[in-house]
């Protein structure tokens, strides 16, 4: 079967004029464009390609890589302003567009955009939305607490950023968590947190539970030995005063200096941290 929005491998049926056939191992066949062919491919060769819609929107083979698959998110630029909608460089010669309908807001070219890649079912062209909501999962997620998760970074809000997680479902980082810069279209791994009864996700960047205390412990010692033993940070300190030094929340604070603390690698004084000899 040949999949559209996907690459595909495929065998070499036959090499005419206008381009190379391609197969699949039902007998479906495909156009590869003269100008993908190369000089060495020959008949019966396998090549990937990916498969997407001509400008009559019949199915037609390209070597050329799209910045997102079907069912996929990617920060694409506008381009240009139809009266169907806007289009979108997605790396391919012939641009992805997003009608009117699938706009949050009207798009204005030369911006960057997050967008989602579907297949519409009505005239089985390719098409993309930012209406990121519209495409993400309301089911309860099979995740578990402390999951690693893959991210997408969606959109800000006062509470946090919005991210998408593992392509299909919701979910929020907190600012008093980001401890690093990041902007939309960022790929990135994050830690579920919580899963909340609207199955939104809370998620932090952090791996959650004593899991987390020894990468940071280590952090804080080797603090410790690049400013002569002594840190002036405790478990009093203002949480700003200590994501500006170690780039970690006050609570992994105390639990790492905790530990560290039990096995006499440090004091805990008032005036800050202190390397145990």
Do not use: C
């Amino acid at each position: 079967m040949i999949n559209i929005g996907h690459n595909n491998t495929l065998r070499v049926d036959r090499i005419l004029d206008q381009g190379a056939y391609l197969e699949d191992q039902e007998g479906n066949s495909v156009l590869l464009p003269k100008r993908y062919v190369t000089t060495n491919l020959k008949i019966d060769d396998e090549i990937t390609v990916f498969i997407y819609n001509d400008s009559e929107d019949r199915p037609v083979a390209t070597t050329e890589e799209p910045l997102l698959a079907l069912h996929d998110f990617a920060m694409l630029k506008a381009v240009g302003n139809t009266k169907y909608g806007t289009f979108m460089d997605w790396g391919l010669s012939k641009d992805l567009l997003v009608p009117f309908r699938e706009q949050n807001k009207e798009m204005r070219e030369g911006y960057y955009y997050l967008i989602y890649l579907y297949l519409d079912e009505e005239t089985n062209r390719l098409v993309g939305s930012n209406k990121i909501t519209k495409y993400l999962k309301s089911i309860k997620p099979d995740l578990k607490y402390g999951e690693e998760v893959d991210l997408i970074v969606w959109n800000k809000t006062d509470l946090g950023v919005k991210v998408i997680v593992n392509g299909t479902h919701q979910g929020l980082l907190y600012n008093n968590e980001i401890f690093n810069e990041i902007k939309m279209g960022d790929r990135i791994k994050g830690f579920v947190k919580l899963i909340r009864e609207d199955n939104k996700l809370d998620i932090s960047l952090q791996k959650q539970g004593y899991s987390n205390i020894e990468p940071n412990a280590k952090k804080i010692l080797e603090k410790l030995e690049s400013n002569n033993g002594f840190v002036a940070l405790n478990d009093k300190s203002d949480p700003k005063l200590i994501v500006a030094a170690l780039g970690m929340s006050k609570s992994t604070f105390k639990k790492s200096i905790g530990a560290l603390y039990k096995l006499r690698k440090i004091s805990i004084d008032k005036d800050g941290i202190r390397l145990l000899k």
